[in-house]
């Protein structure tokens, strides 16, 4: 139930957006798909650097250049794209995604006709997350050379840790259902 409250409200915000801003859906889509890679990366890290300059006292430098084409330039290795950890976090979660719908959809199958119905509602979220990491991925896969090894590794065992907590908090299950699971 809370996840068709979830999309109604997620629907009635967007509409307001479109309304109040006067932008097209294509432009208000595609800074939908913005907002949601740069939550999954970078404001991520803003957040981590952030705890550690207040707790650690650790601080960050930024070297602030102009974006103007400087090919041969003194800082023209700064507008060379690296992959960095910024890529770890968003991998992350379409791994989560697309595992989490290949196990959503094998134990409906497995279950029988009554799992379908609360499958719907997961399986929407899901794709809905995917859709609008799409921009990502196509980024992502589409480059010359290969992805570095590191990021899958970290992806996949962040995504392993992330699973494995899930299915112990398991919080889709009654109180009653996680006693005889438990033996109890």
Known sequence: MWFILLFVSIVATAILELRWS?????DWWRNDQFWVIDGTSAQLFVVFQGLLKVLAGI?????????????????SELYVFKWTSLLIPPTTVLIINM???VAGV???INSGYQSWGPLFGKLFFALWVNVHLYPFLKGFLGRQNRTPT???VWSIL?????????VRIN?????S???AAEGQ
């Not at 006067?22 to 294509?26: F, L, N, P, R, T």
């Not at 962040?158 to 899930?166: E, G, M, N, T, V």
């Not at 919080?171 to 109180?175: A, D, G, I, L």
Request: cysteine-free; charged content about 20%.
């Open 171 to 175: 919080p889709f299950s009654s109180e």
């Open 177 to 179: 259902t996680k006693g």
């Open 150 to 152: 590191i990021v899958i």
């Open 59 to 75: 601080d960050t430098n930024f070297t602030v250049t102009s974006k103007a084409a400087d090919e041969d330039g003194e800082f």
């Open 158 to 166: 962040l995504a392993s840790i992330f699973s494995l907590l899930w």
């Open 22 to 26: 006067g932008v097209s859906i294509e």
């Open 106 to 108: 094998s134990y409906a």
């Open 99 to 101: 595992v989490g719908v």
